[in-house]
């Protein structure tokens, strides 16, 4: 059993510098630096609630990224790994700030929106996409997000698909997005000319084209309404709100991960505002794959690592719903495959083991690094006790005494025998130290390089770090408010972009959109928050 609390080898200060960007030299050794061999194996971090999952990946990964330039995503639910980063940045002075690009390098997204969204179109294209390919992409996601689909296959999810997938590649043909979905299966009749156009332009998309010229017109309205309703159900998941209609049919993406990665930027996706539960894991499902599809069509990465941080990835695992976990699947593949390829560096957490199922809990086991604080589930500090701690054959319980007799002495001993613990007792009191792990603490069993997980574990403690420094609501919501107003594009901009597209026969076709626009040279971030937070600290 692990004994007393001591500094860990994974999260002790390295000689490893900030590689591209200045930190000041007065500060280098005061941060602290996990070892990028252990990163890219990636690191599971399971711990009960409240124990300090957020506090450490805001305050020590996501930070320790943000600081050597590391390009990071982040994609947070509830928030709180996004406000401990953000609270460390805010603490900088301005001129560390500005050596660190802070003004330029994060962005953060409310994934809810408030006046201005960042888009997420539905219809994108990476590379030389097919146009099937770039269709497929939404009925993909909508049948991860849920998984009931799967039980009605026949007017349910394969309407969907084949709904979805035609729409979809007549829209992005003609440079439209989902929010002219409805009007295409409505009034099929007013886009004989556009789907005559994409006929005679996009052979590929021609027979989705002719479908709606020929087949679907001719379906009365019970056939119809049967055929598209599933498909019409999830459309509405963004198309009544006009800030998720603003968000997914604008025509141009508002974050290009090639340019987060050139310019190393941090982007905080949150999504504590989203309150639909199914339009929120339906926007985290969606902005993943976002990232993973990038990520996948890059490849073999030559431009260096990403780190990719979720909390709460319970939020996109399905596991309560049923059994068909499509996620699940596809995580063992990103974990396994393009995380390891790709130089991804992922870091995935969560509260307790029985939250997954079995397949993702085994995949995420599989992650080179494993950070485990305290549970309150027996079988899984059970499972953590067998899989870490070795049993030692030899470990005496108690001694019994052996007796003997004879006609002289009577009864006695004759000497004393050791009795060791049985392999289960030995268990059941390893497990106890999962059970008992406090505030702050952790087991970590660091990757030691790429192929060999076999290293030993250490106690972790961060309560010292940033010893009582919490994260200050007013101006991690004053920071977030600042970074806010930069970013994206103003809802009501989008959307009557979007009202003017059904006017035009050519509208915008897909694309990438520029840089949105952050400069070094705008203010600080944080400058009146800090000054805030200094004040009040007086
Ligand atoms: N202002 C504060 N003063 C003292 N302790 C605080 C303060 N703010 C937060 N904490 C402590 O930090 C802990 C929360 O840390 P953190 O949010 O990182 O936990 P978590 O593991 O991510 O929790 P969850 O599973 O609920 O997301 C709480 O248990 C709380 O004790
Ligand atoms: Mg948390």
């Not at 027979?207 to 019409?232: H, K, V």
């Not at 509405?236 to 993406?253: C, I, Y």
């Not at 993943?288 to 979720?310: D, M, N, T």
Request: aromatic letters at 10%.
């Amino acid at each position: 059993m692990p004994g007393r609390f001591r500094p860990p080898s994974a999260l002790q200060p390295t000689a490893s510098r900030p590689s591209a960007l200045v930190v000041p030299r007065e500060r280098v050794g005061r941060y602290l630096f996990l070892p990028d061999r252990a990163r890219n194996m990636g690191i599971h971090l399971m711990a009960g609630r409240g124990s300090g999952k957020s506090r450490l990946m805001g305050r020590v990964i996501g930070w320790q990224d943000f600081v050597r330039g590391v390009p990071l995503v982040v994609f947070d639910p509830m928030g709180a790994t996004i406000d401990a980063l953000l609270d460390k940045i805010a603490r900088l002075s301005p001129s560390d700030q500005r050596a660190l690009r802070v003004p330029s390098r994060l962005r953060y997204v409310d994934m809810a929106g408030g006046g201005r969204v960042v888009p997420f179109p539905l219809y994108y294209r990476l590379g030389d996409e097919s146009l099937y390919e770039i269709a497929r992409r939404f009925p993909d996601v909508v049948r991860k997000v849920d998984p009931q689909l799967e039980r009605a296959p026949i007017l349910g999810l394969n309407a969907l698909v084949e709904i979805a997938t035609k729409a979809g590649m007549v829209l992005a043909a003609l440079g439209y997005q989902i929010t002219e979905a409805d009007d295409l299966l409505a009034h099929p009749e007013l886009w004989e000319a556009r789907l005559r156009r994409v006929v005679a332009d996009y052979p590929e998309a021609a027979p989705a084209a002719r479908f709606f010229l020929n087949d679907y017109p001719s379906w009365g309205a019970g056939e119809r309404s049967r055929q598209t309703g599933a498909f019409s159900a999830k459309v509405e998941l963004f198309g009544l709100d006009p800030r998720a209609r603003a968000m997914f049919g604008a025509s141009v993406p508002g974050i290009d991960w090639a340019e987060v990665i050139a310019r190393r930027q941090a982007v905080l996706l949150d999504f504590r505002h989203e309150h639909g539960l199914e339009r929120r894991r339906f926007k985290m499902m969606w902005a993943f794959s976002y990232l993973f599809e990038f990520i996948k069509h890059r490849g073999r990465a030559r431009s260096g690592p990403v780190s990719v941080i979720v909390d709460e990835l319970t939020e996109l695992t399905n596991f309560e719903a049923m059994g068909v976990d499509l996620f699940a699947k596809e995580l063992d593949a990103l974990i396994n495959v393009y995380a390891r390829n790709c130089m991804v560096w992922l870091t995935l957490a969560h509260q307790e083991a029985f939250q997954c199922d079995e397949r993702t809990i085994h995949t995420l086991m599989s992650l080179g690094t494993q950070v485990l604080g305290v549970t309150t589930d027996m079988d899984a500090a059970l499972a953590l006790a067998k899989q870490y701690f070795a049993i030692d054959p030899l470990r005496v319980k108690r001694h019994e005494n052996v007796w003997g007799h004879d006609m002289w002495r009577g009864d006695y001993v004759i000497e004393q025998r050791p009795v060791e613990f049985t392999v289960e007792e030995q268990h059941y009191l390893s497990a106890e130290y999962f059970k008992r792990l406090g505030l702050f603490e952790f087991l970590v069993r660091p990757a030691l390089r790429e192929g060999d997980i076999t290293g030993r574990v250490y106690p972790v403690s961060i309560k010292n770090l940033d010893r009582g420094q919490w994260v200050d609501e007013a101006v991690a919501a004053e920071a977030r408010g600042a970074l806010s107003t930069r970013a994206g594009v103003p809802v009501a901009a989008v959307l009557s972009e979007i009202a003017a597209r059904l006017s035009t026969t050519t509208p915008r076709s897909l694309g990438i959109l520029e840089g949105d626009g952050h400069a070094d040279d705008t203010p600080v971030f944080g400058e009146r928050a800090t000054a805030a937070a200094r004040a009040r600290r007086r």
